[in-house]
């Protein structure tokens, strides 16, 4: 008699590593699905947050870049919000003329010359649009950020709009102001309690609050 073949190690497991069978692929898509009901609630929430940070911190950015280049151009640099009422929008341009009797109007060469790579239009200008869902709104926040500054009853909290940088870094301030410090808020438009405040001192300095639990942080 021909002694019977020897079964290997690979015979007796091919049924079982040739694929995947129905109920491993039902338990990874009921594994998906849980993973899915945990995730994306948790994503939804937070997005209008994140939104409002995002916002503020590009508004910040925008006034830090055109503080730099007043003082690298030695030329005043404007930051005008809301320009021609174009809600949630605003620019920067730069005073290439440094002609006090004149005022820059925010033409494409003053904008270009900050060199700040504005992504939107409004008003034949560029400049940056808030993310959808955010406005410039005081939201529920009830103090600004500085404590020695009045509350705010508007979110362009300004003594002047456009804001002006000087070549040496401090903002101007109209003649006769006495606001330690102006602050431009942001907040979301279906949810007040995001708020962010980006506050700029007269000094030229810039600082970004969220307002958390009844105050600034």
């Given at each position: 008699?021909?002694?019977?073949?020897?079964?290997?190690?690979?015979?007796?497991?091919?049924s079982?590593?040739?694929?995947?069978?129905l109920?491993?692929?039902?338990?990874?898509?009921?594994?998906?699905?849980?993973?899915?009901?945990?995730?994306i609630?948790?994503?939804?929430?937070?997005?209008?947050?994140?939104d409002?940070?995002?916002?503020?911190?590009?508004?910040?950015?925008?006034?830090?870049?055109?503080?730099?280049?007043?003082?690298?151009?030695?030329?005043?640099?404007?930051?005008?919000f809301?320009?021609?009422?174009?809600?949630?929008?605003?620019?920067?341009?730069?005073?290439?003329?440094?002609?006090?009797?004149?005022?820059?109007?925010?033409?494409?060469?003053e904008?270009?010359?900050?060199d700040?790579?504005?992504?939107?239009?409004?008003?034949?200008?560029?400049?940056?649009?808030?993310?959808?869902?955010?406005?410039?709104?005081?939201?529920?926040?009830?103090?600004?950020?500085?404590?020695?500054?009045?509350?705010?009853?508007?979110?362009?909290?300004?003594?002047?709009?456009?804001?002006?940088?000087?070549?040496?870094?401090?903002?101007?301030?109209?003649?006769?102001?006495?606001?330690?410090?102006?602050?431009?808020?942001v907040?979301?438009?279906?949810?007040?309690?995001?708020?962010?405040?980006?506050?700029?001192?007269?000094?030229?300095?810039?600082?970004?609050?969220?307002?958390?639990?009844?105050?600034?942080?």
């Amino acid at each position: 008699m021909q002694p019977s073949p020897q079964r290997t190690a690979d015979d007796s497991l091919g049924s079982r590593t040739g694929g995947v069978t129905l109920v491993e692929v039902l338990i990874v898509v009921v594994l998906i699905g849980i993973l899915g009901s945990i995730t994306i609630p948790t994503y939804l929430k937070d997005r209008p947050a994140a939104d409002v940070r995002d916002a503020a911190a590009e508004l910040a950015n925008v006034l830090q870049n055109a503080r730099f280049r007043a003082v690298s151009l030695k030329r005043p640099v404007y930051v005008e919000f809301e320009p021609d009422g174009e809600e949630g929008f605003y620019t920067a341009y730069v005073d290439l003329d440094s002609d006090p009797s004149t005022v820059p109007t925010g033409t494409a060469s003053e904008i270009a010359a900050t060199d700040i790579p504005f992504p939107d239009q409004a008003s034949g200008q560029r400049g940056n649009r808030l993310p959808e869902g955010v406005e410039f709104d005081l939201g529920g926040s009830t103090s600004s950020p500085d404590e020695e500054a009045s509350t705010p009853t508007d979110p362009i909290d300004l003594p002047s709009n456009p804001i002006v940088f000087l070549p040496r870094g401090v903002v101007r301030w109209p003649a006769g102001s006495t606001i330690p410090s102006g602050g431009v808020y942001v907040s979301h438009r279906q949810n007040g309690s995001y708020v962010n405040s980006v506050l700029i001192r007269p000094t030229g300095l810039i600082r970004n609050y969220q307002w958390t639990g009844g105050g600034w942080r």
